[in-house]
């Protein structure tokens, strides 16, 4: 009874959530999520600036989240740069000169808190000529006036950023009287005026009071209550409020470090001065909304402008256009062929096979498939290159990695089928190992787990698994198939670089920002090139004669000396890929550093792939292995041998994994000891006959679109190019992570269809066309390379 109610419940989910109608909802939803978006920014009045400097949250003790944007984590240099040849003041009390010192320590982190409490202090930087003071003012006063005066005046000396604030000593010296609080309020009126003069050439900051901790206050200080605080702070934003401008306010007012003291207050050792790591936040605060519109970091998203599209991104959208335009005049004149039905099996990576159509392409297909492709084109640009989104920093917890984790894997028991077949790593066996481990990966991505030594090591292991496919599959098809053609060669090209060449002409990143890409296509041409050179190699061949085997493996031994040679002679490595312009496909930031150590962590894992298919299908010509459903892969004997030394393995490298101390020590052993973990995790898999007999259907499902998921994350799941998480729907973040993933898959998706359409259109059949089209193709390259060279450089820090 109850195995009937799980397939009735199975088929009543499939029934009436198909992936049409999915794709229908997320359209509607980013259509809603547009509207909702453009309004409560006309409405709201408010820009990312804003936000960083009035509200926020922290993601666990010490990592402050502004609300709706990324808060970047500068480090001393960057610091010097922006700041170089500037004059910063703090001007104000005790609790600025804290600010002051933190700011300080930004920039020279050995910058000790000297200098006596209620006198000036300066700090500079001969080399950047960086000058930042912290003037002694504890009241807003005649004094204040005065100084603000002076700098009106002083062209020269004039600071180009200014950070104010006052209070405490006013309620201190008076008692905490009304008249003191109405005095306040004349005096913060006498010198907005100024304060708005020098913000018309500089910034100008005014820090809103801190709360304090009354129980543990000094008894000199009994007078300074929240209740107090509060109230000059209201005059404050009252008074600075009044100097706006076109609903804009010059002063900006600083409420985020508040809002960060009333969780941490408690800490405070006298009640008053904030604790160590609440400065630090005011200080980054403040660092992120001088500098991040100059350095322009990829993850400090707060008060960034909107860089302009280069020469190609505005060439793509002109594409993009041109061919809707196109579409809707076939449309018109009613050309309605449809679109050839995608089989089933259609896969998104490397072993990905040319789909047979079963009805022919007509003339409007590619050009719809160029439409759809460019509506989402379009919303890859709104989440990650313009500013319609919000976007938020990473932060990892046990939690946040591990709870998504079991609910993935029990809907991928849930969706539990028979095999059609129980071969070892079947098609439907691989599609779900592909399936399960991109949705690992995901997970890991987005919950920011990298930080997590034990979890890195062990995704780091999913990857080389990838790679290890792609060797196993692609040496399988060659060995049995023969077929070295350029039809499939180009096939298999199209179907993995398509998505991603798209991507660096609209999303301005250079290929190898996409590593996976260069790393599969560039073990898929080395693959080709081992089998294809002579001699010929194939199944067919060595049937006739075992002596063959013995050039197979002289060919994988070859292979792995040409391997060897690379990884231990860097410097021969870097100049073969610093050569135009394949330094073009493997450069990042101007240096092939990151291709490097991509190449090299998995160096091994192909070969092992390649390795183990050849003696897998040995093995299976010999009839040695017993494939039959339900039938142990060997003898009982040996089976359970197998099964008891590869459980053994797996957990050993676990344990050695949870071991590790530094991501370097333990990347040095990677590409030796990860292929034992992956056969370990084979064997157990395909053993005993029932598991070979089973697989998930939902697993197989995101296993058929994993290169578009992986692809996908960088920009319309993950943001601000995988630095951050993308906010669909702020102040929600279990809410907003259902709607992004759903809106993502979908996207993914579609986007395997597109490519699916056109790879029958770019690619023909006809060697001669072929050839042609490939020419065409270069001297296209040629140009977007040339015109490259004078589009606007991509930013980063």
């Known amino acids: 009874m109850a195995v009937l109610a799980y397939s009735l419940g199975k088929r009543e989910i499939n029934q009436h959530f198909t992936i049409k109608n999915a794709k229908l909802i997320s359209l509607a939803a980013v259509l809603l999520l547009l509207v909702f978006h453009i309004t409560s920014r006309y409405y709201g009045g408010r820009d990312s600036c804003e936000w960083l400097l009035s509200r926020g ?65 300066s700090f500079e930087d001969k080399s950047y000529s960086i000058n930042v003071d912290f003037l002694w003012y504890p009241e807003a006063n005649n004094s204040m006036k005065e100084r603000l005066i002076s ?115 408690i800490k405070s050792d006298d009640g008053l001065h904030l604790p160590e790591s609440t400065r630090n936040v005011g200080a980054m605060i403040l660092m992120n909304s001088v500098c991040n519109k100059i350095l322009r970091p990829i993850d400090g998203s707060c008060c960034q402008t909107l860089r302009p599209p280069n020469l190609l991104q505005k060439l793509s959208a002109c594409f993009f256009l041109g061919s809707a335009v196109v579409f809707v005049v076939f449309h018109l ?27 022919p392409l007509g003339p409007k297909a590619p050009f719809q498939a160029l439409c759809r492709m460019g509506i989402i084109m379009g919303y890859f640009y709104l989440c990650d290159r313009a500013d319609m989104f919000m976007k938020e920093q990473k932060f990892y917890t046990h939690s946040t990695f591990f709870i998504p984790l079991i609910y993935i894997f029990v809907l991928g028991v849930f969706y539990s089928e028979n095999s059609k077949e129980a071969k070892l790593l079947n098609r439907e066996q691989t599609d779900e190992w592909k399936g399960w481990m991109q949705l690992v990966i995901l997970i890991y991505h987005i919950s920011g787990a990298s930080a997590f ?38 096939q298999v090209l199209f179907r993995l670089n398509f998505l991603v060449l798209v991507l660096c002409v609209v999303m301005d990143r250079p290929y190898q920002f996409y590593y996976f890409v260069p790393l599969v296509t560039f073990w898929f041409v080395v693959i080709y090139t081992t089998m294809a050179m002579w001699p010929q190699i194939l199944q067919k061949t060595a049937n006739s004669s075992s002596m063959w085997h013995f050039g197979v493996l002289a060919k994988l031994l070859g292979l792995l000396m040409f391997i060897c040679f690379f990884a231990f002679s860097q410097g021969v490595f870097e100049r073969v890929f610093s050569v135009w312009p394949i330094s073009k496909l493997f450069e990042l930031n101007g240096s092939i550093h990151e291709w490097w150590f991509r190449w090299k962590l998995d160096r091994f894992a192909v070969i092992h792939g390649m390795l183990f298919a050849f003696i897998y299908l040995v093995l299976q010509k010999r009839q040695v292995l017993l494939e039959g459903k339900g039938d142990g892969l060997f003898s009982a004997k040996i089976s359970n041998l197998l099964l008891f030394l590869s459980v053994v393995s797996f957990i050993t490298y676990s344990i050695w994994a949870s071991s590790c101390k530094t991501k370097t020590e333990c990347n040095e052993m990677h590409p030796y000891i990860s292929v034992v973990q992956i056969l370990a995790f084979i064997l157990i898999r395909n053993i005993p006959g029932y598991a070979r007999s089973i697989y998930s259907s939902f697993f197989a499902w995101f296993g058929k679109i994993s290169l578009e998921l992986f692809i996908c994350q960088y920009h319309i799941w993950l943001a601000a190019d995988t630095k951050g998480i993308l906010v669909l729907i702020p102040g929600n973040p279990s809410l907003n992570i259902m709607v992004s993933t759903f809106i993502f898959v979908c996207v993914a998706h579609e986007i395997s269809l597109i490519t699916n359409d056109l790879a029958q259109v770019v690619i023909p059949k006809d060697s001669m066309a072929l050839l042609k ?4 193709m270069g001297i296209l390259s040629l140009i977007v390379l040339l015109v490259s060279r004078v589009s606007q450089p991509t930013p980063g820090v």
């Not at 206050?217 to 209740?227: D, P």
């Not at 089209?773 to 065409?776: C, M």
């Open 57 to 121: 949250r922290y993601l666990g003790e010490d990592v402050w989240q502004p609300y709706g944007c990324m808060m970047h984590k500068y480090k001393s240099i960057e610091a010097k740069t922006c700041l170089a040849e500037k004059r910063v003041a703090f001007v104000g009390d005790s609790r600025i000169r804290q600010l002051f010192y933190s700011f300080v320590k930004i920039i020279d982190s050995e910058r000790k808190e000297e200098g006596n409490k209620h006198e000036d202090i």
């Open 453 to 490: 030594i034990p979890v890195y090591m062990h995704v780091r292991v999913l990857v080389a698994a990838y790679l290890f496919q792609t060797g196993y599959g692609h040496f399988s098809f060659f060995w049995l198939k023969g077929d070295f053609g350029l039809y499939r060669v180009c």
């Open 333 to 359: 004149l009613g050309n309605s062929r449809h679109r050839r039905h995608v089989p089933p099996d259609v896969e998104s990576l490397e072993e990905k096979k040319p789909a047979t159509a079963a009805v």
């Open 151 to 265: 700098w009106t005046h002083e062209a020269s000396a004039k600071p180009d950023v200014i950070i104010l604030g006052a209070a405490t000593w006013s309620i201190k010296l008076h008692g905490g009287s009304a008249e003191a609080l109405q005095q306040y309020r004349v005096n913060l009126t006498a010198i907005v005026g100024h304060l708005v003069k020098l913000a018309e050439h500089g910034e100008v900051y005014w820090v809103l009071q801190d709360p304090v901790n009354e129980e543990v206050l000094s008894e000199n200080r009994k007078m300074i209550t929240n209740q107090q605080l509060e109230l000059y702070n209201e005059a404050a934003v009252d008074v600075l409020n009044s100097s706006k401008r076109n609903g804009k306010s010059r002063v900006r007012l600083m409420a985020a470090s508040r809002q960060a003291a009333l969780e941490t207050i």
């Open 773 to 776: 089209r490939l020419g065409a």
